[in-house]
């Protein structure tokens, strides 16, 4: 079956536009003018991504992007005018997988909805592949994308799932940030060195016992990240 996508829109051209060039490449899409429309039809089945254009004329893109989130675990391309670097960090920080900037081009945004969805299904060459830490204390899977700590879920996005499971994979190796864009996000962000730093503190206040004082994942300063836990045999 093809991937649905929700292309949430005011701007009709912006939407004609974007709706063409997803439907081009392959999947179906779903034009909505506003986020009341756009939770109203998610209520009745989420869709395999969603395009969010962050100034809507109803309500805060925000609200809507955190109303879907606690739907299910659906991953957002964020669109948007705001271009500042701290705009930026703080809509990933919210949990987001992309994060767009208008003027774009349709191509890129096409290739990123693709690169989201890629990362969201699985790890190519991860499939069924299941990581444990300090005596099972820390589970990773990476077919499921489910983190356990102490036998608890931890409810952690797709991105950031990613990003633990690379550190995770090979612990004790430090990993740059570009390296982790790379790897765990699937291709380069330009300029996006501290959307890495955003998913890490999410991260960690997810999954560390004392997240200013993390033994999880551990700061190399100057360099990266490593991944800290013990590795079951």
């Known amino acids: 079956m093809k991937s649905t996508v929700f292309i949430v829109e005011d701007d009709a051209k912006i939407a004609r536009v974007v709706k063409a060039y997803v439907e081009g490449a392959g999947f179906t899409a779903r034009h909505f003018r506003n986020g009341r429309e756009a939770f109203a039809e998610a209520q009745k089945g989420l869709p395999d991504l969603v395009i969010l254009d962050l100034m809507l004329p109803d309500i805060p893109g925000e609200d809507l992007f955190h109303d879907l989130k606690e739907m299910g675990d659906v991953p957002v391309i964020m669109v948007t005018s705001k271009s500042s670097e701290e705009e930026r960090v703080a809509g990933l920080a919210m949990g987001a997988d992309d994060y767009v900037v208008k003027p774009f081009s349709p191509r890129e945004l096409v290739f990123r909805v693709q690169a989201v969805l890629k990362r969201s299904s699985g790890f190519k060459g991860e499939e069924g592949r299941e990581l444990s830490f300090d005596g099972g204390r820390i589970t990773l ?93």
Do not use: C, M
Not at 145 to 150: A, E, H, I, N, S
Not at 156 to 180: H, K, N, Q, W, Y
Not at 182 to 189: E, I, P, R, S
């Open 141 to 233: 899977d990476g077919r499921t994308f489910q983190v356990t700590r102490d036998g608890k879920a931890v409810d952690l996005t797709s991105s950031e799932f990613r990003i633990l499971f690379t550190l995770a994979s090979r612990p004790g190796r430090i990993f740059s940030r570009d390296e982790l864009i790379g790897q765990a996000l699937g291709y380069q962000f330009e300029g996006y060195d501290r959307t890495v730093d955003a998913h890490v503190k999410n991260i960690r206040r997810k999954i560390e016992t004392e997240p200013k004082n993390p033994e999880i994942i551990q700061t190399v300063y100057g360099v990266g990240y490593r991944f800290g836990g013990r590795p079951d045999v």
